[in-house]
């Protein structure tokens, strides 16, 4: 099965700063059957289900701003927030849909500073 | 569109078994193109899958649960269902019913967990 770890638990950036969280797979999850890592970005507010922000690592869905950004490949990965609002304090995970038994980052969680 | 919402006891005893339904509105468990997942969330805790389903059978665990789940479709009522047997206060959690649903572009496919159920909280206590 594959482990997906996230760093850091928790951090606290100022309004309009940027946000930069790390999620590291045990394996890779890059198909090279045609070369996309099968990683995906979900936000979590509180009471709420997740929302899927990126899959394939980088592909941000619709609606979904553009201060959100996502990179990495094969087993490192990042999501970037670059300009933190208030709005985007929430709970925030990687999950990984490579292997048919899926698994997620135990969740890093977002503040203002 | 779809819609999942999920149906069980909120509390269970230590060492019996916890059984979950979800039933699906909006469309069809058997159009294909969809995985149908348990996922849980314990208190203030992260998310962990539990399992998934295809409407032809088709079923994968999570490793560390998979010697207690069982997981189930049944088409005609257009609902799966969820079982974790010798439950502990560490299966304490709010559980999630999810559609999986792939689509494809130029070949290429991705998944992503949408709808979710409203979640139901599941109690193991004495």
């Known amino acids: 099965d594959i482990v997906m770890t996230q760093s850091p638990d928790s951090l606290a950036v100022s309004l309009g700063e940027r946000a930069t969280i790390n999620c590291k797979s045990s394996?890779?999850?890059?198909?090279?059957?045609?070369?996309?890592?099968?990683l995906s970005w979900y936000q979590q507010k509180p009471g709420q289900p997740p929302k899927l922000l990126i899959h394939?690592?980088?592909t941000r869905e619709s609606g979904v701003p553009d201060r959100f950004s996502g990179s990495g490949s094969g087993t490192d990965f990042t999501l970037t927030i670059s300009s933190l609002q208030a709005e985007d304090v929430a709970v925030y995970y990687c999950?990984?849909?490579?292997?048919?038994?899926?698994?997620f980052g135990q969740g890093t969680k977002v503040e203002i500073k | 569109q779809v819609q999942l919402q999920e149906s069980g006891p909120g509390l269970v005893k230590p060492s019996q078994t916890l059984s979950l339904t979800c039933i699906v509105s909006?469309?069809?468990?058997?159009?294909?193109?969809?995985?149908w997942s348990w996922i849980r969330q314990p208190p203030g805790k992260g998310l962990e899958w539990i399992a998934y389903?295809?409407?032809?059978?088709?079923?994968s665990y999570n490793p560390s649960l998979k010697s207690r789940v069982t997981i189930s479709v049944d088409t005609s009522k257009n609902q799966f269902s969820l079982e974790l047997s010798s439950v502990t206060a560490a299966d304490t959690a709010v559980y999630y019913c999810?559609?999986?649903?792939?689509?494809?572009?130029?070949?290429?496919?991705?998944?992503?967990?949408?709808?979710w159920g409203q979640g139901t909280l599941v109690t193991v206590s004495s």
């Open positions: 999810v559609r999986e649903e792939w689509s494809c572009a130029n070949g290429v496919c991705s998944g992503q967990f949408d709808p």
């Open positions: 394939w690592a980088s």
């Open positions: 389903i295809y409407y032809s059978g088709s079923t």
């Open positions: 394996q890779s999850v890059l198909l090279s059957s045609n070369n996309k890592n099968y």
């Open positions: 909006g469309g069809s468990i058997s159009s294909g193109g969809s995985y």
């Open positions: 999950q990984q849909y490579a292997s048919t038994a899926r698994s």
